[in-house]
Structure formats: C-alpha cells, structure tokens
C-alpha cells in the first residue's frame, strides 16, 4: 500500500460483560493515486447510502456499514441463508492529505472516496531565473 493511507483493521470491536463482540466484514479496497489526489474504491454490496457512515477523526479514516437485503413484497420469509454482514475498515491518513475536502459516492456498491493532496504535497515546478 502506497505511503499516503495505511490501512489498519480489526475483525470485532470491544464489547461490555454481558454483550458478545460484534463481527465485521473488512471491504476489500483499491487505492489509486495521481499528483493531486489519492482515490478509494471499497466494494460493499448491497449497502443503501442510508447504511453507510463515513468519518474522519484526526488522521483516521473509519468505514462503517450494514447491508440490506429485502424479498419479494407481500412474501413472509420462512427460511434463509443470506446475511447481512456489517462492514469496517479503517485507515491513518498521511499529512500530506487534505481530508477536509473528501469527496464520497456510492454507486452500485462500489463507495468511491477521493482524497485531495494538499497543496504543499502537490509536485510543481520551479522556475529557474538565469542571471
């Protein structure tokens, strides 16, 4: 994974005495990068918007999100296999990042995040003066 966002993860979250730890799927994601930003693209099938939660806490960035399934209309359920796993992933965002112009989309469970750089991390060119 590229130096800019580090992905780190973990299967349950901490849970009181009386309650069992939740589980999570972790969304496999694809990171790109070009001279102005860095893209994510995390897969989460069947995640409505409604479902989804993205937040930036200093340099963490979490992913959060349940999936719904539904059946057919006036159809009672009297046996199923299918889940609705509840997603998480979270990843440290370098400095060079700027997350407070993140962009989301969520479209055909495919969440795409692009993550501008910050103007001082941004390569440019120098102008050389003769003289």
């Known amino acids: 994974?590229?130096?800019?966002?580090?992905?780190?993860?973990?299967?349950?979250?901490?849970?009181?005495?009386d309650t069992a730890p939740e589980r999570f799927v972790v969304p496999p994601v694809d990171v790109y990068e070009n001279d102005s930003s860095i893209t994510l693209l995390a897969d989460l099938?069947?995640?409505?918007?409604?479902?989804?939660?993205?937040r930036v806490d200093g340099d963490n960035l979490l992913l959060e999100a349940t999936a719904v399934t539904s059946g057919p209309?006036?159809?009672?359920?009297?046996?199923?296999?299918?889940?609705?796993?509840?997603?998480?992933r979270q990843f440290t965002l370098s400095r060079e990042?700027?997350?407070?112009?993140?962009?989301?989309?969520?479209?055909?469970g495919v969440l795409r995040l692009t993550i501008p750089k910050a103007e001082e991390a941004r390569p440019r060119r120098i102008q050389v003066q003769a003289g």
Do not use: F, K
């Not at 209309?73 to 998480?88: D, I, K, S």
């Open 97 to 108: 990042l700027d997350p407070s112009r993140i962009e989301a989309q969520l479209r055909d």
């Open 45 to 54: 099938p069947g995640v409505p918007r409604e479902q989804l939660h993205v």
């Open 73 to 88: 209309e006036n159809m009672e359920l009297v046996y199923g296999e299918a889940q609705c796993p509840a997603y998480r």
């Open 1 to 17: 994974m590229n130096n800019q966002v580090q992905a780190t993860s973990s299967s349950t979250t901490s849970a009181t005495q």
